[in-house]
């Protein structure tokens, strides 16, 4: 199964509008919707760019196809075009009230079962979400975090985008393995703990902040130049 379909940096799964997005330059024809200056393309974000390359990605690892039959879902699930036991479960509706998740209204949240276990050093779990920018349309994973220093397995919740409520009778969903379909990075357990201080802002910071402005416009914008320059203050 990893040989099919691997385990990858989510560097090197980047999304497919991102990696089509051309760089541009000042001068372009991108704006910005609050001042109308110039401004990069969003791949040139550092906060995008830090976030869909961040951890891992886990491919589908099986076709799966779920569609409406009499108005009640069914799914095949296939590794290799030949049918497999499914690797779906559910999360009972008795567990979800009030929550506003497109599930399925008699079974509730579906899981999909890891056929990999995860081990983590002592202190660091493992965070899991949809992959970061990729707008895939079909199924959406809910996040959450798992104490992988202590417990090795991970089975993913989704939902459907499209509620099952407006499925016609006869319509199908794919998912195609090989896609991707999880992205998951390490969290360490102790920040847990840290406390994030709220305070009104003073003259230092705003002295602080104003310096740091025409630090970023002397570099012409560039927060990769920028950043080696603020992580080697002294």
């Given amino acids: 199964m990893l040989e099919l379909y691997p385990i990858k940096p989510a560097n090197q799964v980047l999304p497919d509008w991102y990696k089509k997005q051309k760089i541009s330059k000042r001068g372009s024809t991108a704006f910005s919707n609050l001042d ?27 076709d799966i196809y779920f569609y409406k039959d009499d108005k009640v879902m069914s799914w095949r699930t296939y590794a290799d075009k030949e049918e497999v036991s499914t690797t ?23 899981k999909l079962i890891s056929p990999y276990f995860f081990s983590t050093p002592k202190g ?84 602080q902040k104003e310096k740091d402005t025409l630090l970023n416009a002397t570099v012409s914008q560039s927060f990769s130049a920028y950043k080696v320059i603020k992580e080697n203050e002294v």
Avoid at 36 to 62: F, L, N, T
Avoid at 88 to 110: C, E, R, W
Avoid at 154 to 168: Q, T
């Fill in 124 to 207: 660091y779990g493992i965070y899991f979400t949809d992959p970061f920018y990729h707008f895939r349309k079909d199924i959406k994973i809910l996040p959450g975090k798992v104490e992988t220093d202590i417990w090795n397995e991970i089975n993913f919740p989704f939902e459907f985008y499209k509620p099952f409520e407006e499925w016609e009778d006869g319509e199908t969903l794919f998912v195609k393995a090989g896609e991707p379909l999880i992205q998951i990075s390490l969290y360490d357990k102790n920040l847990d703990k840290a406390k994030l201080n709220i305070n009104s802002v003073d003259e230092d910071f705003l002295e």
């Fill in 88 to 110: 779906i479960k559910f999360q009972g509706v008795s567990q979800l009230t009030g929550m506003p998740t497109n599930h399925l209204p008699d079974y509730g949240i579906a």
């Fill in 36 to 62: 109308m200056s110039d401004m990069k393309q969003a791949k040139q974000c550092p906060a995008i760019q830090d976030i869909v390359s961040e951890g891992y990605i886990i491919p589908a690892w099986q």
